[in-house]
């Protein structure tokens, strides 16, 4: 679990965002759920950490979204996991 909560983290870091504009601007992160927004008046990025240093007008953090995103992460890792070791284990008994 612990993996699935730092590759969660490490996502906004990784993929870029639009620049969204609903009276103010803003950019979001996360993945598969978006869990950080960026509000900015211009825009000057769409990579995480040139918004998040540089001249934005505010943050919104959603804590639900980020422990449900390392939740399904998590899932999708157990179960790659689990088909692997299924398929090395099938490999190894035919031989």
């Known amino acids: ?3 699935s909560l730092i590759i969660c983290l490490l996502v906004p870091f990784v993929l870029p965002s639009k620049f969204f504009y609903e009276g103010i601007g803003s950019f979001t992160y996360g993945f598969p759920l978006k869990y950080i927004t960026i509000y900015q008046r211009e825009p000057s990025s769409a990579w995480f950490f040139g918004n ?4 934005n007008a505010g943050l919104h953090i959603n804590p639900a979204a980020l ?5 399904i ?7 790659a996991v689990t088909n692997i070791k299924k398929k090395k284990d099938a490999g190894s008994i035919v031989q």
């Open 73 to 79: 992460i998590y899932l999708i890792v157990r179960f």
């Open 52 to 55: 998040f240093f540089n001249g």
């Open 1 to 3: 679990m612990s993996w």
């Open 67 to 71: 422990l449900l995103n390392a939740f």
